[in-house]
């Protein structure tokens, strides 16, 4: 598990799978089959465009009582709420939904930091309209390059409940089933194994945002190598919770 | 992040830092400071006795009560009810408390996999009685060994609410700060991080128990290697969220 040097700055229209590629054959690295590219989500966002000068939003009459209620600036709020299905929890300075995508998250994953040089007004970026292709798409240029079958993940610090700190999740994913299903795999004594549905994806997501953080800045690629599996591909989509099954909604 | 070949079936009254540095002798391998031992939850409550045969259990009103509200064993539903502090959700199959240590998570941790040899009767495993002080003790026996201060997480999985699939989750730690407060450093761009305490000891835990759950059966113990802090150590209790701080009590 290793962060990508010397990737550049991410801009409108940049194809990430050639920075990727460019990035690893300046260090002379080759991709083997199952490795793991995992990018954070502020930079597929960058690349596709999703950046959105916050002069240009117009707060509507619901935007203005939840920036009331919240003491945020209405129009982030109007964003927030342009890209949710409903408020979940609220108060001063937090404002929880439930992003289109399904992920329950603080402010629909609508950011500010980053999001463009000082001085050209403030930006807020939202997430990859369908962060699942966007996956796809990286995990397609790169095949395309290299002829390696390659899995990715997209990931994203989210909140939980409960607990402090975030965590990295998965928001996107390609070429790798995101759900181990161990159930009626034997434990060491033969017992079945009572709750074993590991996230995976998750699990990379968090493994990888974590040597992601370790950089004084700017670290969005990591490669993860050495995991296996047999299952399938799914999508990032697999890993919400159907609302039926679930008992926090 | 590898994990630690070779470690022997742990027993009780086993002192897991001696396993360890053994096993790593074994591999020729060195710890250097900073150095991460992430343990499985199960081999610690093994070493410290955490094991109970059901059929000494005998369960109380409130627990036959609770056993028949989730179709659960009796025995089994009142040792959760003796790690709680009370019953979050629960539904057919599922009990979801609040753990006496804070952690909100299924069946209190309580654990019938992997507890011992078949054909002696049925067991099942609790929590350590305090995980902090189990991952100091072992970061103790450690530094006492080898003169390396190295950091040591307990991990386990927990199910989320929202998010299908388990994650490794940090529910003790020593040598190493759990959470990373990175508020107030500039971004890229100059503009303050919004949103970046990161659930470092958390991220170490679903990374490590990515490595635990690759293996055809028990890898309980992964190094984690090459991570940097300056902070001063916290316990996993602090990972913990205050009732006050929390939307979704």
Redesign the interface.
Known sequence: ?AALAGLP?VRRGDAIGSLVIEALQRESRVLKQQDVIVVAQKIISKAEGRVVALDSVTPGELAREWAGKTQKDPRLVELILSESKRVV?H?PG?L?VEHRLG??M?NAGV????????GQGEHAILLPVDPDESAERLRAEVFAATGTDVAVVIND?F???????????AIGAAGLP???D?RGQP??????????????A???A??A??VM??GA??QPVVIVSG??WSEPATTAR????PEA?????
Chains 1, 2 share one sequence.
């Open positions: 598990m700055i929890r108060r937090v929880i992920f329950v603080a950011d500010q930091s980053n999001a463009g040089p000082a610090s909140g939980r409940p409960w607990r402090r700190g975030t965590m990295g999740i995101v759900i181990l161990l434990d060491m004594f033969g017992r079945e194994l009572a709750v074993s549905i590991s996230g995976f998750d699990e990379i968090a493994g945002s974590l953080g370790q800045e700017g995991l296996v697999e890993l919400v919770r099954e679930d008992l926090f909604r």
